[in-house]
């Protein structure tokens, strides 16, 4: 039997990093995956979608240069060229995760493992054979999430999908309804009707994007609408039927009333559950929760003390960055260091057109809190390098305590939102007030100086807007 004093399952963002970090800090570690390195977000997730989203940005952004004096014709979309550069991306993404992998002394093992004892794990290899491995300080579970299928709407790949196919898909449809009004469903639906696709969001609750700061969901719910999209809210998809001529007739629930939507293809995108099946996880009696999440402390730990679970599969937010700093504390817990997850807020970023990105408490969260607010608010409208890359659209809005100014969460909708939040983040992190950020000198002109102008809007004092 091989020894190793880590196992890591999962080579995704919580795995692979974890891994990594343990070979650091000298611990002889050994990865096992199924699939690819990189995981859902690597393969099928967050990299190649934003490859779609940046492809879909500059083909509409090809289309609309006219009132900047460039004028384009005979813009052409060929989806199977697009796929394979998005491919190629992937490729060099996954083999760079093995190069880290073996380049910090970590190995890497093709295979399905189930836990067998508190230390021990059977490997299924691809040739059928068993391999039985033990692991002397602990087991880190990072397997993930997988896609939630409905029962009817059961994917056939064709013209009922989930994500995994949306961003592989080498022909573009015409008619795309989307089941789910979240994350995944906006940013794939849009990436499709930037590619000339008529869109229908099929959305059950009473707002797209549940829990984000509904200002900010206001200004894409209008971008979709007015590409020609549709939204229905308060609404369930109750199924489908196969047209002869090769369409789909959704059948949809509105305020008690049912509709038919003919559409070409169906995007089901209701959310995501953790992949803690098949593990072998009630024989060595680790707790898993009704929704399948495994419950952890701050190290990571779970009931079991030599088994850690992250990313995903431990629970919500289900975000690759807070993935990957979990699987970095419980490799350090591992090794025999004091460590544990301690962060104030985890930011979120969206890639719809324009971008979210969120960090903290939104109004209503803090009020809900009992906390009195104060809100400052600056439009992209309002910004000299907004107004030149011709993107304008949204804005940045930061909360704070209204006693003592502590920035309590920002919120930004419009160009280069993902990149923004990161000094929003810090400023969490660091406990600043609104003044830190608006005395702290911003260049000009930038896409960041309206979280300045913002801070400063909330003290009465900004430059660029009125101060009401």
């Known amino acids: 039997m091989k020894t190793y004093d880590a196992i890591v399952i999962g ?22 995956e199924k699939e690819q390195p990189g995981g859902v977000c690597l393969n099928w997730g967050c990299i190649p979608s934003k490859a779609l989203i940046a492809a879909a940005h500059l083909y509409e952004k090809s289309q609309a240069g006219a009132s900047m004096g460039i004028k384009v014709s005979g813009v052409e979309l060929d989806a199977n060229a697009m796929q394979d550069w998005k491919e ?38 691809p040739d059928g054979s068993v391999e039985q491995i033990e692991a002397t300080k602990g087991i880190v579970i990072a397997t993930g999430s997988t896609t939630i299928e409905i029962p009817t709407f059961k994917f056939d790949g064709d013209a009922i999908i989930g994500a995994k196919e949306a961003v592989s ?86 305020e008690g009333k049912e509709q038919t939507i003919i559409v070409d293809m169906v995007l089901v995108a209701v959310g995501m559950r953790p992949s803690s099946k098949g593990l072998g996880l009630e024989k060595v009696g680790v707790t898993v929760d009704q929704r399948g999440f495994i419950p952890t402390d701050k190290t990571g730990r779970t009931n079991v003390p030599s088994i850690y679970a992250v990313g995903d599969v431990s629970g919500p937010p289900l975000l690759a960055h807070k993935a990957s700093k979990e699987g970095e504390i419980v490799a350090e817990v591992i090794a025999g260091h004091k460590a544990e997850k301690d962060w104030v807020a985890i930011p979120g970023a969206i890639f719809t057109d324009p971008e979210i990105a969120t960090v903290g408490l939104t109004e209503a969260e803090a009020k809900a809190k009992g906390l009195e607010v104060i809100v400052g608010k600056f439009p992209f409208a309002a910004l000299g390098k907004a107004m030149a890359m011709n993107e304008t659209e949204g804005f940045v809005k930061i909360v704070a305590d209204k006693k003592t100014k502590q920035v309590l969460g920002v919120h930004i909708v419009g160009p280069e939102a993902s990149t923004m939040i990161s000094e929003a983040s810090l400023s969490l992190e660091m406990a600043a007030f609104l003044e830190d950020i608006s005395m702290t000198i911003h260049p000009h002109p930038t896409l960041g100086e309206s979280l300045m102008e913002a801070a400063a809007h909330a003290m009465g004092a900004a430059i660029h807007i009125a101060n009401r």
Do not use: H, W
């Open 88 to 125: 190629g991306i992937v490729k060099k993404l996954t083999g760079g995760v093995r190069s880290l992998l073996k380049g910090n002394g970590a190995d890497l093992l093709a295979g399905t493992a189930t836990i067998v004892g508190p230390k021990r794990v059977d490997v299924t290899l």
């Open 169 to 254: 898909l080498r022909r573009i449809p015409k008619r795309l309804l989307v089941i789910g009004g979240g994350v995944i469903g906006l940013e794939l639906g849009m990436v499709y009707q930037a590619f000339g696709a008529q869109l229908t969001v099929v959305e059950a609750l009473p707002d797209l994007l549940t829990g984000v700061d509904p200002d900010c969901t206001k200004v894409v719910e209008r971008k979709i609408l007015k590409r020609g999209g549709t939204i229905y809210k308060n609404a369930k998809a109750l199924g489908y039927e196969k047209q002869k001529d090769g369409s789909v007739g959704v059948k949809i629930q509105i």
């Open 11 to 32: 080579a995704g963002p919580g795995g692979y990093p974890c891994a990594i970090r343990l070979a650091q800090l000298k611990q002889k570690t050994l990865c096992i």
